[in-house]
């Protein structure tokens, strides 16, 4: 192909000819889409003609061309980036790029990484996340303008958990895709059927329609709808369903696909049926019903294992004084808090402390020891101490040292304290 349409030319730099054939043409009117998400990786710079193919990653391909026309100018007799970089050292040649590029521009593309474990230049999809280009990645840039920088948003409703019918409700309602009147009617005469005042389109039936604002406020994630601005439901579900983790957006989402269907249903009967009853009430109970009966379904896929019957036993407490202890570990670093509890007061209080340790394990006994000096200084000497390591609870009730080959320092075997130890459901196997 390069033999026939640009023998003596770049597939960056070549012209389309009135002689080329449709395919060929094709190719070219693609070229576009193909140059704005890709970018050649710098190891040689022989094989990257400094003008046309996209070689500085942080800029679009438009202005990538209007920098490089800028600089025609200056050095018109460039050709590849190796130009652009000392002969012998193979490292940019930071006086060129500043007198080129200006200082700032210059200095930039100067920390531009030049790869030295390849053999040669190549080229990545900066947008892909293995780098490989393919007819998907360079759908998304044809559509980009359509889609507005919401991707993310699309992640969330096709791999979220919930019912493929709601997620294609949310699609169509975020595309907007649905047959609503504006699109077969002039505004002054597709009035919306539940407020009939304002004309009828996606915004204004699923969110400032009195009626869907009602059922926003009363649904499981209740929301103002009048104390929120925006321009599209894509932004509006961004902006609630942002920072919220995968099984909480997933609720979140499924309820909203579920006021959307609701709605549009509604509307849909009052279409087709003429004077069709409807009532707030019943929407309202109907979104409940299904929004319970879809967390229910769902809520298997993010259970975590159920802990064995074992450790789901009650604290074994002996005495009457109690003291819940836990202890954390980063970095030689460690923190501790205790809470002391007793039986015959409905008073409690706590302790905190920190310092350096060496292990995870020696973070938990720092904490145990520390607990039973605090219970010493409340006057204590018969409590229950509450410990979420096993390999520690179970090394002090075999007296015995644990693998870290570190004594019990602060626990004096010959004192009259009795402590007792019990463990509950966390068990922290790297203790």
Request: glycine residues 6%; contains cysteine; aromatic residues 12%.
């Amino acid at each position: 192909m390069k033999a026939k349409y640009f023998p003596r030319d770049s597939f960056w730099s070549v012209l389309e000819k009135n002689s080329d054939s449709f395919v060929w043409k094709g190719i070219l009117k693609a070229r576009s889409y193909v140059a704005e998400g890709a970018c050649s990786i710098i190891v040689i710079g022989e094989n990257i003609d400094v003008w046309w193919p996209p070689w500085i990653p942080w800029l679009a391909y438009d202005e990538f061309r209007s920098v490089m026309k800028n600089i025609r100018g200056i050095e018109p007799y460039l050709l590849c980036v190796v130009d652009l970089m000392y002969s012998n050292t193979r490292s940019w040649n930071h006086g060129f790029l500043r007198y080129l590029f200006g200082n700032d521009l210059g200095a930039k593309i100067g920390e531009i990484q030049i790869v030295k474990n390849r053999v040669e230049d190549f080229l990545v999809r900066k947008s892909s996340s293995t780098s490989q280009f393919s007819v998907k990645g360079a759908y998304w840039v044809a559509q980009s303008s359509r889609f507005n920088g919401i991707n993310r948003l699309w992640s969330w409703i096709w791999k979220s958990s919930i019912h493929p019918r709601l997620s294609m409700m949310l699609w169509r309602v975020c595309a907007n895709a649905l047959p609503t009147a504006n699109f077969f009617n002039p505004a002054d005469t597709c009035k919306c059927f539940f407020c009939e005042t304002c004309p009828e389109d996606t915004l204004l039936l699923f969110v400032t329609c009195p009626f869907a604002m009602a059922l926003w406020f009363s649904c499981p994630f209740p929301v103002r709808m009048n104390s929120i601005r925006v321009g599209s439901i894509s932004e509006l579900l961004c902006k609630l369903c942002e920072g919220v983790n995968v099984e909480l957006r997933g609720q979140m989402l499924g309820c909203f696909a579920i006021i959307f269907e609701t709605v549009w249903n509604i509307r849909n009967k009052i279409l087709h049926n003429g004077e069709a009853s409807w009532s707030i009430d019943q929407a309202r109970r109907d979104i409940s019903n299904r929004f319970h009966e879809l967390v229910t379904t769902t809520s298997t896929l993010f259970q975590r294992h159920v802990v064995s019957e074992a450790l789901e036993e009650s604290l074994k407490i002996s005495s009457k004084n109690l003291v819940v202890m836990d202890g954390s570990f980063s970095a030689g670093l460690f923190g501790c808090a205790a809470i002391f509890l007793s039986r015959d007061s409905v008073i409690w209080s706590y302790n905190t402390a920190a310092g350096s340790c060496g292990s995870a394990l020696a973070a938990e006994m720092e904490a145990v020891s520390r607990g039973i000096q605090w219970a010493q200084n409340f006057g204590w000497d018969d409590f229950t101490i509450a410990s979420d390591s096993k390999i520690l609870v179970e090394a002090i009730a075999a007296k015995k040292l644990p693998d870290w080959q570190q004594a019990i320092r602060s626990v004096d075997p010959n004192s009259s304290i009795r402590a007792s130890f019990s463990t509950k459901f966390k068990i922290q196997n790297t203790n």
